[in-house]
T-cell receptor
């Protein structure tokens, strides 16, 4: 099955600095890579995603890059703000035997933005 | 707004007392998932429904069951909760977009077992 590794597990940055979180996956059949932000006591919220036919995608201060050959993808947050503090999960999606798609999550990165 | 709703947000039950968690969606998605998330861990898939077809994960204990009476609603039944079942339970929905899907999560139900 799929295995997703995520690093680092914790990350502290000064407000205004950039934050980078990296993930690797093992199954070349995975074709969709979402990133979720989870605040304390809440469900994961989809913040950005990328499909396997795209190398980079940007949405305001958030960008994601994908290297299919190396099987790794990264989340970049620029000009970090205290409200960016949360746990971030990367995930890889592939079609399951049942016909639907399944997500395999990384173990999460706890991001702390210091004012 | 279209969304995924979970009730209750907090549930307290006693050891061995059956409990049911509910999820509803207004997104009209054909796939619904139940995840278990323990503290400081990633969500773990328990099972999912693809339309009316139920798909259980191999390592999901028999203690966990699910029902989907219609497109909008899905229930998670824990027949005899143990202390180890205390966790956040997340419901998610998605639809097949022809090659990939997007999963949208509800706010979760925090289950406490006394």
């Amino acid at each position: 099955g799929e295995n997703v590794e995520q690093h680092p597990s914790t990350l502290s940055v000064q407000e205004g600095d950039s934050a980078v979180i990296k993930c690797t996956y093992s199954d070349s059949a995975s074709n969709y890579f979402p990133w979720y932000k989870q605040e304390l006591g809440k469900g994961p919220q989809l913040i950005i995603d990328i499909r396997s036919n795209v190398g980079e995608k940007k949405d305001q201060r958030i960008a994601v890059t994908l290297n299919k050959t190396a099987k790794h993808f990264s989340l970049h947050i620029t000009e970090t703000q205290p409200e960016d503090s949360a746990v971030y999960f990367c995930a890889a999606s592939r079609r399951s035997g049942a016909g639907s798609y399944q997500l395999t999550f990384g173990k999460g990165t706890k991001l702390s933005v210091i004012p | 707004d279209a969304m995924v709703i979970q009730n209750p947000r907090y549930q307290v039950t006693q050891f061995g007392k059956p409990v049911t968690l509910s999820c509803s969606q207004t997104l009209n998605h054909n796939v619904m998932y139940w995840y278990q998330q323990k503290s400081s861990q990633a969500p773990k898939l328990l099972f999912h429904y693809y339309d009316k077809d139920f798909n259980n994960e191999a390592d999901t204990p028999d203690n966990f069951q699910s029902r989907r009476p219609n497109t909008s609603f899905c229930f998670l039944d824990i027949r005899s909760p143990g202390l180890g079942d205390a966790a956040m339970y997340l419901c998610a929905t998605s639809r097949d977009l022809g090659g990939y899907n997007e999963q949208f999560f509800g706010p979760g139900t925090r289950l406490t077992v006394l």
